[in-house]
T-cell receptor, first 113, second 116 residues
Framework: GENVEQHPSTLSVQEGDSAVIKCTYS??????FPWYKQELGKRPQLIID?????GEKKDQRIAVTLNKTAKHFSLHITETQPEDSAVYFC????????????FGAGTRLAVHP | GAVVSQHPSWVICKSGTSVKIECRSL??????MFWYRQFPKQSLMLMAT?????????EQGVEKDKFLINHASLTLSTLTVTSAHPEDSSFYIC????????????FGEGSRLTVL
């Protein structure tokens, strides 16, 4: 079935450390993998995405890696700051019409000063 | 970026009444919109895909008679929670992407429904 698994559910780091969140997906035909950041009571905002024709993408302190063979992708945040504290969701676009996004369970990241 | 607006942002209703939530794409046309439900501290669960001019496609386990979706124009989709009960209390959030794009989904602000 259509499934995205995300780990860990919570992550606590010290300011300046790196944070890594991992996801796996079930549909080998999935070709688009976005990461969203959601602050309390607000809408999810896209922070980075990757398509299946590349293995890695970086945007300043944020990077995403994709392993299509293993159906696995990860978010890497370096030099974390307190304002990075939020819930992060990975997602995968599933084939079969309408290009719907299925989300992982989310990771609550806390960055401590 | 593209803007999606949702209304109302919060609503309180009595058990047994119906509530309508609107989702509008303000600066683009969206043939498809997606409705998600989010319980506190949980993920975004896809409820249904709203298709302009045709019937919505519901995810497994979502009652179509309970959650009525109408996508009457290229910029408006509505979700009506019929005969609401306390267990329907949740955060409902819509999303859309411009035209035939297959990339980023843009989300509305969300609507928090509380059923007394």
């Amino acid at each position: 079935g259509e499934n995205v698994e995300q780990h860990p559910s919570t992550l606590s780091v010290q300011e300046g450390d790196s944070a890594v969140i991992k996801c796996t997906y079930s549909d080998s035909a999935s070709n688009y993998f976005p990461w969203y950041k959601q602050e309390l009571g607000k809408r999810p905002q896209l922070i980075i995405d990757i398509r299946s024709n590349v293995g890695e993408k970086k945007d300043q302190r944020i990077a995403v890696t994709l392993n299509k063979t293993a159906k696995h992708f990860s978010l890497h945040i370096t030099e974390t700051q307190p304002e990075d504290s939020a819930v992060y969701f990975c997602a995968a676009r599933f084939s079969g019409g309408y290009n719907k996004l299925i989300f992982g369970a989310g990771t609550r990241l806390a960055v401590h000063p | 970026g593209a803007v999606v607006s949702q209304h109302p942002s919060w609503v309180i209703c009595k058990s047994g009444t119906s509530v309508k939530i609107e989702c509008r794409s303000l600066d683009f046309q969206a043939t498809t919109m997606f409705w998600y439900r989010q319980f506190p501290k949980q993920s975004l669960m896809l409820m249904a895909t709203s298709n302009e001019g045709s019937k919505a496609t519901y995810e497994q386990g979502v009652e179509k008679d309970k959650f009525l979706i109408n996508h009457a124009s290229l910029t408006l989709s509505t979700l009506t929670v019929t005969s609401a009960h306390p267990e329907d209390s949740s955060f409902y959030i819509c999303s859309a992407r411009p035209g035939r794009a297959v990339g980023e989904l843009f989300f509305g602000e969300g609507s928090r429904l509380t059923v007394l």
